[in-house]
């Protein structure tokens, strides 16, 4: 543990940033795309329990889109086909209802855009003045877009995606390889390095890959749950932070 007037921040050269709920709130977009997807898939074959937003928080968030549907059609007993990525959207497909989810979240951004938390955009521009490198490392196959639409792609020269992923052949969270591949692109290891993320699924990925610090932010999913999956810091906006990352980090 760092002394008492030293910040948590001043060993870590690198600070990997989740996405969705940590810089931006398209968490808010992914609940309903999901919600829209779901409810009426459940509704229409009468399957029972109904769907509802416990269902993304429990079985989607954090998760690459296609281990999300899987998670909640096994929570249903439901079996469909794996199809491919180029099944047409809505099919009953693993694949064809993950890309319905697509375009539901898309229509959504295209429609409302997105604006970046104030906090962690003031948190992550005090990372950058301090030295540390950022990264964003995100389940979403739409990373890209959602940092143009809230204007934060200028920031980052690493993003690992669900695109990137896939083609890196690297599973997703709750695994800490897309956190890892991250690191080593920036030319650190884990241990250098402090993960930012919202959902229990992330954070059990940087516990689980033996980054420096794992800070979570409780956007609704609760502290001591964050805590109990592996997070060493809680808080509920990164505004909390600024005061402890604008020093520059110390040399190895």
């Known amino acids: 543990m760092p002394a008492d007037d030293a910040s948590p921040f001043d060993p870590i050269k690198a600070v990997l940033f989740d996405l969705d709920g940590v810089l931006t709130p398209t968490v808010d977009i992914h609940v309903l795309a999901w919600s829209r997807l779901f409810a009426p898939y459940l509704a229409e074959r009468g399957i029972e329990p109904a769907y509802s937003d416990d269902d993304y928080f429990a079985y989607i968030d954090g998760r690459p889109r296609v281990d999300g549907v899987r998670a909640l059609l096994a929570s249903r007993d439901i079996v469909v086909p794996e199809g491919t990525p180029d099944d047409e959207p809505g099919s009953n497909t693993v694949w064809g209802l993950g890309l319905r989810k697509n375009d539901e979240f898309f229509a959504t951004l295209e429609a409302d855009g997105v604006i970046a938390y104030p906090g962690s955009v003031d948190f992550l521009d005090a990372s950058i003045r301090s030295g540390r490198q950022v990264a964003v490392v995100s389940s979403s196959r739409n990373a890209v877009s959602v940092l143009a639409a809230a204007a934060l792609n200028d920031r980052f020269t690493v993003v690992v995606d669900g695109l990137v992923a896939t083609d890196a052949g690297l599973p997703g969270k709750p695994a800490p390889d897309t956190f890892v591949y991250a690191a080593?692109?920036?030319?650190?290891?884990?241990?250098?390095?402090?993960?930012?993320?919202?959902?229990?699924?992330?954070?059990?990925?940087?516990?689980?890959?033996?980054?420096g610090l794992v800070v979570g932010v409780d956007r609704g999913v609760g502290a001591d749950g964050l805590l109990a999956s592996g997070?060493?810091?809680?808080?509920?906006?990164?505004?909390?932070?600024?005061?402890?990352?604008?020093?520059?980090c110390r040399s190895s």
């Open 231 to 248: 997070a060493d810091i809680v808080v509920s906006d990164l505004a909390e932070l600024v005061d402890d990352v604008v020093t520059p």
């Open 184 to 211: 080593e692109l920036l030319g650190l290891t884990p241990a250098e390095c402090a993960v930012i993320e919202d959902a229990h699924s992330g954070v059990q990925a940087a516990r689980e890959g033996a980054f």
